[in-house]
Nanobody, 115 residues
């Protein structure tokens, strides 16, 4: 059974930092491209960051220079380090795994940026 379990969300003040984690099980983690998406109320889900199996990364324009995606294949875990958080970063953050046409989603974790 495939599971992607996110953790690390919460409430943080503007300018603060959070690190999200996504622990995967039931998949050959190292061959999957791992990504983070987010969805704010009333908005479409958008790509935040992706890290391929080969190590390439890509970021959404709104998070470039502030967020960093990394992965630990030994722990089957992908991380999202979020710095200089802004109220506009408030959303539900989802972990995503994809290998060719096979894709899985996590249940998500809420991130709220507010003073």
């Amino acid at each position: 059974q495939v599971q992607l379990v996110e953790s690390g969300g919460g409430l943080v003040q503007p300018g603060g930092s959070l690190r999200l984690s996504c622990a995967a099980s039931g998949i050959a983690f190292s061959v999957y491209a791992m990504a983070w998406y987010r969805q704010a109320p009333g908005k479409q889900r958008e790509l935040v960051a992706v890290r391929t199996a080969g190590g390439s990364t890509n970021y959404g324009d709104s998070v470039k220079g502030r967020f960093t995606i990394s992965r630990d294949n030994a722990k089957n875990t992908v991380y999202l380090q979020m710095n200089s958080l802004e109220p506009e970063d408030t959303a539900f953050y989802y972990c995503h795994a994809q290998y060719i046409t096979i894709a899985y989603w996590g249940q998500g974790t809420q991130v709220t940026v507010s003073s």
